[in-house]
């Protein structure tokens, strides 16, 4: 009698749950973590590319030092900041991520128009290859970014509306935090880089 009764409860709570909007919070919760997984991957993969283009660029326009020196402090200012899951559950945290990385981009956007200035900078093939792989690993970010920004509108809808709203309540799920900040579209855009801009007279 005990145990059938048991199991009559949990088939109630269970479509209880389901109904009330449960699952789909589970599951959108879900697919926010693994869309910014994905950011932070390719976020790490810039950071990654940079020692080396800074290098490469070192070698031939070694009197851009503010300009390289920016960019290695942008790097290390992105790399100091703890770049984990939680990130988007401390809304304090998440912003100060997005701003380092709005920085690192404004550098290396200034780094990328200073080698406008040496075309034999420019036609280096270590420095083009590099180059290739920013501006890939700047449109997976573009794209990584906007999937995360789904995700969240989806599970914050979810947490807001009623009766889920009353389930997010219950099981402490709150509102997730998404790109948003003032130059959202400024630091969105990749770096603009021009190779067929001419090169300065007398380089």
């Given at each position: 009698?005990?145990?059938?009764?048991?199991f009559?409860?949990?088939?109630?709570?269970?479509l209880?749950l389901?109904g009330c909007?449960?699952?789909?919070l589970?599951?959108?919760?879900?697919?926010?973590?693994?869309?910014?997984?994905e950011?932070?991957n390719?976020?790490?993969?810039?950071?990654?590319?940079?020692?080396?283009l800074v290098?490469t660029?070192?070698?031939?326009?070694t009197?851009?030092k503010?300009?390289?020196?920016?960019v290695t402090q942008?790097?290390?200012?992105?790399?100091?900041?703890q770049?984990s899951?939680?990130?988007?559950?401390?809304?304090d945290?998440?912003?100060?991520?997005?701003q380092?990385?709005?920085?690192?981009?404004?550098?290396?956007?200034k780094l990328?128009?200073?080698?406008?200035n040496?075309?034999?900078l420019k036609?280096d093939?270590?420095?083009?290859?590099l180059?290739?792989?920013?501006?890939g690993?700047?449109n997976?970010i573009?794209?990584?970014?906007?999937?995360?920004?789904?995700?969240v509108?989806?599970?914050?809808t979810?947490?807001?509306?009623f009766?889920?709203?009353?389930?997010a309540?219950?099981?402490?799920?709150?509102t997730?935090?998404?790109?948003t900040v003032?130059?959202?579209?400024?630091?969105?855009a990749?770096?603009d880089?021009?190779?067929?801009a001419p090169?300065i007279?007398?380089?």
């Amino acid at each position: 009698m005990i145990r059938t009764l048991l199991f009559r409860m949990i088939i109630l709570s269970t479509l209880f749950l389901s109904g009330c909007g449960y699952n789909t919070l589970q599951s959108t919760d879900e697919q926010i973590k693994a869309s910014w997984a994905e950011v932070l991957n390719q976020y790490k993969r810039r950071a990654d590319l940079i020692p080396n283009l800074v290098n490469t660029v070192k070698g031939f326009a070694t009197q851009e030092k503010e300009v390289l020196l920016n960019v290695t402090q942008a790097r290390s200012q992105v790399g100091s900041i703890q770049a984990s899951p939680d990130l988007i559950n401390d809304t304090d945290a998440f912003a100060k991520f997005q701003q380092a990385q709005g920085d690192l981009t404004s550098a290396l956007s200034k780094l990328l128009v200073v080698v406008e200035n040496y075309p034999e900078l420019k036609s280096d093939e270590n420095f083009r290859d590099l180059q290739a792989q920013l501006e890939g690993t700047e449109n997976r970010i573009a794209v990584a970014r906007n999937r995360y920004i789904k995700a969240v509108q989806e599970y914050n809808t979810v947490v807001r509306s009623f009766p889920s709203n009353l389930t997010a309540m219950i099981f402490g799920f709150q509102t997730k935090p998404s790109f948003t900040v003032k130059n959202e579209q400024e630091i969105s855009a990749p770096p603009d880089v021009d190779f067929h801009a001419p090169g300065i007279p007398g380089k």
